[in-house]
């Protein structure tokens, strides 16, 4: 097998495998100050399953474990959507239960998610793991380091991940593509005066602030939906606005957010986690789109009001901070006021 360099290490469309017979992450190996040493691809290797390069199906059937390796990214959001595939695969394949080996430098928001997410799933294990302690007779699916797979630029998120793991996306119904799996999940009441109360939650930052809605526009936001809906206007972040209410204090970990957003009356948000999980919990929605074209993100989610603002020159772009890229997602939100987004949330609550 041919040994990967440094940068294609990083970059390599897949998980690697070391020198010692590893299994590894590329995310652990970017985090990391240690130099990279010698690996290859993991999908070279006979019984994994790579859908870059692999033909032919994945056999579930008459299984009862299938390893699901490297999978579902980093990012909550991505992880989200990635574990509704994998309930996908559940449906048709009862009893099926996965072993899901994650990076071990994950985000401890996200580490949480795998953890509340193991009862109905299986086995979350950190990698690195041995090659030869994966069974040779159960599926084995590579779905590392997925942002640098081509598909996952041009295809929805949610088929992307049916695609990498051998489902035909377009055999799979709607209601199995908008996160339902995560009503299941053991979630803590919210604080007493809360517990019941009609609000709306603005979720507007991003893991990347050229998808965040710019801090600037934020009260004119809460202005406009009190105006129109005279409800409470939460969050995490501090906005100066008599109707808006700080949570953070009540909001620092990754089961009281859930929480959070499936109690709220009305979600408004960035591309973010919070928009798959208020389709999970099928809240009213309005989601602000930059970079990321929504069909990508918010095709398949019914109860929301996707509002995208083209920027040519950032398109597909999934990450950035550079001042010349977030002047341009300042003057695409200028618009604002100009679209009658409240119009399209108030439409998704019928």
Excluded at 302 to 320: E, V
Aim: glycine share 6%; with cysteine; hydrophobic share 40%.
């Amino acid at each position: 097998m041919t040994t990967l360099d440094d940068v294609t290490s990083l970059t390599h469309a897949g998980s690697l495998l070391s020198a010692q017979g590893r299994i590894t992450a590329s995310y652990d190996l970017e985090v990391s100050d240690a130099a990279i040493a010698e690996y290859r691809a993991l999908s070279a290797s006979d019984g994994i399953h790579n859908a870059n390069t692999s033909t032919g199906t994945i056999r579930y059937d008459g299984a009862s474990r299938a390893h699901i390796i490297n999978g579902m990214g980093v990012t909550l959001g991505d992880s989200i959507v990635g574990l509704t595939a994998l309930a996908a695969v559940q449906h048709r394949y009862p009893g099926i239960s996965f072993s899901i080996y994650r990076p071990a430098r994950t985000p401890l928001f996200v580490k949480t998610l795998y953890q509340l997410a193991a009862p109905l799933f299986g086995t979350v294990l950190d990698l690195p793991v041995p090659l030869d302690a994966l069974p040779p007779n159960e599926p084995k699916v590579d779905v590392g380091n997925h942002l640098f797979w081509p598909n996952f630029s041009t295809m929805p998120m949610i088929d992307f991940f049916l695609w990498a793991l051998g489902l035909e996306p377009a055999d799979i119904a709607l209601q199995e593509k908008s996160n339902g799996w995560l009503k299941q999940l053991g979630l803590p009441d919210l604080p007493r005066e809360w517990k019941g109360r009609p609000y709306i939650l603005l979720a507007p930052t991003a893991s990347t602030p050229v998808r965040s809605i710019p801090s600037r526009y934020l009260p004119g936001i809460v202005s406009r939906l009190w105006a129109e809906f005279r409800l409470p206007i939460v969050g995490s972040l501090p906005i100066e606005h008599e109707h808006y209410i700080n949570i953070s204090t009540h909001s620092q970990s990754t089961a009281s957010y859930l929480s959070w957003v499936r109690g709220s009356t009305l979600l408004v948000t960035s591309d973010t986690s919070a928009l798959h999980v208020g389709a999970g919990f099928d809240v009213p929605t309005a989601a602000f789109f930059t970079t990321i074209p929504s069909t990508l993100r918010a095709r398949d989610y019914p109860k929301c009001a996707a509002i995208d603002f083209p920027i040519p020159a950032l398109t597909g772009i999934h990450a950035s901070a550079r001042p010349a890229d977030l002047a341009l997602v300042e003057r695409a939100y200028s618009e604002l006021d100009r679209i009658d987004w409240i119009g399209a949330l108030r439409a998704r609550t019928a």
